[in-house]
């Protein structure tokens, strides 16, 4: 009973430094466009937020009795080469078929969608760089507190598997709180989530889930997202030839991703210790 206290508890101090960063990254763009993001100050503000965080989730600063053990839980261990080639692949085949399952899913489920900031007035570098720093305070944030704080502390007591699943589960309402209580919306996002916790656990590391979480926002915010408004659903004009392709995507790509995973967990020599 006392460690599964302790357990909630710490899924509860590691959804809330998670979702903090982030909040106040929202926080400071918002601020930010008031003033005029012409000059973004927020960007270089938040990389010194993002940065003290970092150093104190590996263990700097007080108390120093839990600094060896957040080192450990940072999880931020090297990785071989091999081990980065078949992370990367993995998950930009994943990215592929998650591109197109959402596509799908949007066009068969009404869902609110990503809320976003009205950015078109700004020049397209400004944007970029908003983008950027968004993605990266996201997977930055999300891989620390979920994939290395939480999850390895689930892996010491519960198969692999369930630490994965668990872990994903516990980031839901974080994402629903942004994109609303839809099934079709956490169902993607558990299972994006997912994909995230198998490539942590399998390199030992959040480097190349940060990467690879960084990259798949910069996608969504630029390639998937911004087409949203313009997809019809299925029940209201049927499914054209454009749908049965994604679904096709999402198929074909999840498939050779799993595969890609395999391979991964069969190369993959993970260093240092595990939470």
Do not use: C
């Not at 763009?29 to 104190?56: D, Q, R």
């Not at 609110?112 to 900031?117: C, E, L, M, S, W």
């Not at 498939?255 to 595990?274: I, M």
């Amino acid at each position: 009973m006392l460690r599964t206290l302790k357990l909630i508890w710490f899924a509860l101090v590691s959804l809330l430094l998670t979702l903090v960063p982030q909040g106040l990254w929202t926080g400071l763009l918002a601020a930010n466009l008031k003033t005029g993001i012409g000059l973004p100050w927020a960007v270089p503000v938040m990389g010194v937020v993002l940065g003290l965080a970092w150093l104190y989730a590996g263990g700097r600063g007080p108390p120093a009795r839990t600094s060896a053990a957040r080192r450990v839980y940072r999880r931020a261990n090297p990785v071989s080469a091999k081990a980065w080639a078949w992370a990367l692949l993995a998950n930009g085949l994943a990215l592929l078929a998650l591109s197109g399952l959402w596509i799908v899913m949007f066009q068969l489920v009404k869902a609110p969608g990503n809320p976003a900031a009205d950015l078109s007035k700004y020049s397209p570098l400004t944007v970029a760089i908003v983008l950027v720093s968004g993605a990266v305070v996201g997977a930055v944030a999300e891989e620390v507190g979920i994939r290395g704080y939480l999850q390895g502390a689930l892996e010491r007591v519960v198969p692999i598997p369930v630490a994965i699943g668990l872990a994903a589960l516990v980031l839901s309402p974080g994402h629903a709180l942004t994109q609303g209580f839809v099934w079709s919306t956490l169902s993607f996002y558990v299972l994006v989530d997912i994909v995230y916790g198998a490539t942590a656990y399998l390199t030992n590391s959040v480097y190349p889930a940060i990467v690879a979480h960084a990259a798949g926002l910069l996608a969504f915010f630029f390639l998937i997202w911004p087409h949203d408004a313009a997809r019809k659903l299925v029940a209201a004009g049927g499914a054209d030839g454009w749908f049965w392709i994604h679904v096709a995507q999402a198929v074909g790509f999840g498939a050779v991703a799993v595969w890609a995973f395999t391979r991964l967990a069969k190369v993959a020599r993970p260093a240092g210790p595990r939470p």
